[in-house]
C-alpha cells in the first residue's frame, strides 16, 4: 500500500482524488487539500482571472499539481487554444481535455476530443481527455497518446453515480493506461465502488461542494478511495450464486 | 519420461546418414534458432518480450485450491486466475470449470459449433522436426497436387455441403512456393466463402498476396514455446527459426487477414507452460489488434508413419480438458478448434463445453479426398502427416452435433476484401 502510486506523466501522486473545477470557492480548495488529502486540483483556463483579485491561481498551495482544463472549447481547435494558453500562463504541462458540443447535459465529443488529444499529445502536454466510456474512443485516445483515459459516471454535476459502470468496467480491464472516474460521483459509496472495480482514481466537485458539511465530507470521499483502493489491491472475495449443480457431469465421458 | 522421435530411413545413403545423425547428435553444427535468415521480415513488436516474461516466470505449483476457488467465483479472470486454472491444483475442479467453460462458451457463442474440413495439397517440406510424419528425413509418399488435382478434390469437398476449408501444405517454399498456394486458394474461392490456411510462415507482403487470393485467416502452430526445447526438437530448415514463426500471427494481421489461430503441440514440452504461453499469445494480441478474430487449437502428440510409439505423455484427456476449460474461462471470446487427433467421444464431450469449432471428413493425407468420400481408387495418393483419431464423414458429425442440442454451423463469413 505504501509503494501504491499513481503514476501520471511520469509523476507520481499518493492521493487518487482530484478535485473538479465546476465550482470554485476557496473553502472548497482548502477542504479537497486538507481533508481529501487532493493533491491535483483542476483549474477552468477559461475562470483564471487576469486582473489581480480573486485569481484562482493564487488559492492553490504549493505541491499541489494544476491541472488546467480546456472546459468552454466546443471542437478541437478551441481545446488546443486553450491548452496553449494554459502552457503560456505558466499551468504546466498537464491538461484535461474537455469539448462539449451540447450546453443542455455537457457531455463529452469524443470525436472531436480525439483530434485535440493527438495534437497536444505531440506537443508534449500530459492529456487527460474527458471522454463518455466508449471502448474503441479510449482505444484511439491511447494510440493517439493520452495519459489517462476519463470517462464520466453520469452527467457532469448530477450527483447520479456510476450509470456507466459496466462500460468503465471495460475499460479498465482493456486499456493500459489509468482509468480516472470523471464527472457523476455524488457519494463516497459510489467513489469507493468505482476504485474497488480498479479505477485508478476519482475526480468529483459538486459531490462536495453540495455538500452539508463540505469538510467532513471532504474527509469522507478521502477514506472511502481508500477503502476501495485497499479492496481492489486485496482482490475481492466471492459471491455466492444461487441454483443447483448440472445433475448429469459434462466431464464424464474423459477417459 | 520422453518420446523417443529418431529413427533412420533406409532410404539414406551412407554420407546422408552421417548427416542426419550428426545433426541430431551435435548442436553445434545446427543453425542458431534464436537468429532470423536472410529476407525474413523482422517487425517492430513488443508481444513476444510480453508473453514471456509470463512464460519463463510461471511456477504452477505455488497454486493452490483457494487461487482456483477465487478464480472459478470471479467474474473476471484475470492472468493470476488463468494460471491458477491451469496449475495442478485446479484438477480436481475440473466439473466447476468445465460448468463456467460451458456458461462462457454458450454467452459468446449460443449454442453453435462451426464445421470446417482441413485439404492437404502438397506434403514436401524442407523441415526437420522428429515428431512431424512429414520431415525430410522420414521415407513417405510424398505428392503435391497440381491445380487440376486441387480443384477435384475441392469439388468432392464442397459437394458434401462443406464451406470452411483450410489449405495446409508441408513447409517446403521451393516445392510449393506462395504462388503455387496463392493459385490454390484463388480456387478454394470459388467452392467455399471461408478460405483458412496453415502453411510455413511468411512475410507480411505474402500474406498481403494471399489474402487477395481469398484468405482470411492464418493459422500456425509454434509447437512449444520454449525456445531451448524448440531447438532440440526442430533441427533443421526455416522452421527451426523460433521467433520468426512466433510473430507469424502478427505478420499476417498485418497483412491484412481478418484471422489468426495459434496453438502449442501438446505433449512436446512442459503443457501448462505451452498452454498459458498460446493463450497469453492471444490475450496481448488482441489487445494490440482488437478487430482481429483469434483462435485457439489444442493438438497433442500423435503417432506417425514410421514411429507408431509417439504419444502425448503426461497430457492425458483429463489434462486436455483442463486446459480447453481454462482458455474458454480466460478467453471468452476466443474460437477454439478440436481436430481429428482426438476420438469422436471426446470431440462429442467438447463441444458441449468449450470448442466452437471442430474438422470433419478428415484426411491428413493428400489427394485422398474422393477415395475416403466416394471409395473410388484410382488415384495416387501421399502419405498423412499423423495418424487421426476421428475419421467421421461430414453427415455423421452433423448428426452427432445435432444430437447433442448443439446447432452446426457451416459458414457465419462473408469475404470483404
Known amino acids: ?255 | 519420461m520422453e518420446n523417443n522421435f529418431l529413427f533412420d530411413s533406409d532410404l539414406l545413403t551412407e554420407t546422408g546418414l552421417k548427416r542426419k545423425h550428426q545433426i541430431e547428435t551435435d548442436p553445434s553444427c545446427r543453425i542458431n534458432h534464436m537468429e532470423y535468415l536472410p529476407g525474413m521480415d523482422v517487425i517492430d513488436s513488443d508481444i513476444r518480450k510480453c508473453v514471456m516474461e509470463h512464460f519463463d516466470s510461471y511456477d504452477y505449483s505455488k497454486y493452490t485450491a483457494k487461487d482456483v476457488r477465487r478464480a472459478l467465483e470471479s467474474d473476471r479472470c484475470t492472468i493470476e486466475d488463468f494460471k491458477a486454472l491451469l496449475s495442478p491444483a485446479a484438477e480436481p475442479f475440473l466439473e466447476q470449470m468445465a460448468a463456467k467453460a460451458q456458461k462462457e462458451t454458450s454467452k459468446h457463442f449460443g449454442n453453435t459449433v462451426y464445421l470446417f474440413t482441413p485439404l492437404y495439397i502438397a506434403n514436401y517440406c524442407e523441415n526437420y522436426c522428429v515428431y512431424c510424419g512429414f520431415n525430410c528425413y522420414n521415407k513417405i509418399k510424398r505428392l503435391k497436387l497440381d491445380y487440376e488435382q486441387i480443384e477435384h478434390e475441392m469439388k468432392v469437398i464442397s459437394d458434401s455441403g462443406m464451406e470452411e476449408i483450410l489449405i495446409l501444405t508441408g513447409e517446403s517454399p521451393s516445392k510449393s512456393d506462395v504462388k503455387y498456394i496463392g493459385e490454390a486458394c484463388k480456387i478454394a474461392r470459388k467452392y467455399f466463402k471461408m478460405v483458412g490456411i496453415e502453411i510455413y510462415p511468411v512475410n507480411v507482403e505474402d500474406y498481403k498476396y494471399l489474402h487477395e487470393c481469398g484468405v482470411d485467416y492464418v493459422t500456425v502452430f509454434q509447437e512449444t514455446y520454449d525456445s531451448d526445447k524448440y531447438e532440440t526438437l526442430h533441427l533443421m530448415g526455416n522452421k527451426r527459426v523460433w521467433p520468426y514463426r512466433f510473430d507469424s500471427q502478427e505478420r499476417a494481421l498485418m497483412g491484412g487477414m481478418r484471422g489468426v489461430a495459434f496453438s502449442a503441440l501438446l505433449g512436446l514440452s512442459d503443457f501448462r507452460k505451452d498452454a498459458l504461453a498460446s493463450a497469453l499469445h492471444v490475450y496481448f494480441l488482441q489487445r494490440k489488434y482488437p478487430h482481429a478474430e483469434m483462435s485457439l487449437s489444442c493438438p497433442r502428440l500423435r503417432p506417425i508413419i514410421n514411429n507408431d510409439t509417439i504419444n502425448p505423455l503426461d497430457v492425458g484427456e483429463k489434462q486436455l480438458c483442463q486446459v480447453i476449460c481454462a482458455y474458454r474461462i480466460f478467453l471468452p471470446y476466443c474460437g477454439i478448434t478440436v481436430s481429428s487427433r482426438e476420438t469422436a467421444e471426446f470431440r462429442n464431450g467438447i463441444v458441449k463445453i468449450a470448442a466452437t469449432k471442430v474438422s470433419a471428413g478428415v484426411s491428413t493425407g493428400i489427394g485422398d479426398h474422393e477415395e475416403k468420400y466416394t471409395g473410388k481408387q484410382d488415384e495416387e495418393t501421399g502419405d498423412e502427416q499423423f495418424e487421426i483419431s476421428d475419421g467421421r464423414s461430414l453427415n455423421s458429425m452433423y448428426s452427432d452435433i445435432s444430437a447433442e442440442g448443439l446447432q452446426p454451423v457451416f459458414n457465419d463469413y462473408v469475404y470483404v476484401g
Open chain 1, 1 to 255: 500500500m505504501e509503494n501504491d502510486k499513481l503514476v501520471i506523466g511520469g509523476k507520481e501522486f499518493d492521493s487518487r482524488f482530484i478535485l473538479g473545477s465546476g465550482k470554485y470557492s476557496m473553502k472548497l480548495i482548502e477542504a479537497a487539500v486538507k481533508d481529501a488529502g487532493a493533491q491535483i486540483i483542476t483549474l477552468a483556463v477559461r475562470r483564471t482571472n487576469t486582473k489581480d483579485e480573486e485569481n484562482i491561481l493564487d488559492y492553490i498551495p504549493e505541491g499541489v499539481t494544476l491541472l488546467p482544463n480546456t472546459s468552454g472549447a466546443r471542437d478541437a481547435k478551441e481545446a488546443v487554444r486553450i491548452a496553449r494558453l494554459a502552457r503560456e500562463l505558466g499551468c504546466g504541462d498537464f491538461v484535461k481535455i474537455e469539448i462539449m458540443r451540447d450546453s443542455k447535459y455537457l457531455l463529452p465529443d469524443n470525436y472531436e476530443t480525439i483530434k485535440a488529444t493527438e495534437i497536444l499529445a505531440k506537443e508534449g502536454f500530459v492529456v487527460m481527455p474527458y471522454m463518455y466510456p466508449d471502448l474503441n474512443v479510449a482505444r484511439e485516445l491511447q494510440n493517439v497518446g493520452a495519459a489517462t483515459i476519463m470517462p464520466l459516471a453520469s452527467p457532469i454535476g448530477s450527483n447520479k453515480g456510476l450509470a456507466t459502470k459496466e462500460f468503465i468496467q471495460i475499460l479498465i480491464d482493456e486499456i493500459d493506461l489509468p482509468i480516472i472516474v470523471d464527472a457523476g460521483i455524488g457519494k463516497p459509496s459510489q467513489a469507493c465502488e468505482a476504485m474497488e472495480m480498479g479505477a485508478a482514481a476519482i475526480m468529483a466537485n459538486t459531490a462536495l461542494a453540495t455538500a452539508g458539511d463540505l469538510t467532513m465530507m471532504a474527509s469522507a470521499f478521502k477514506d472511502a478511495i481508500a477503502a476501495g483502493r485497499k479492496a481492489y489491491l486485496a482482490g475481492l472475495g466471492r459471491v455466492l450464486t444461487r441454483g443447483a449443480a448440472a445433475s448429469d457431469p459434462l466431464t464424464g465421458f474423459l477417459h
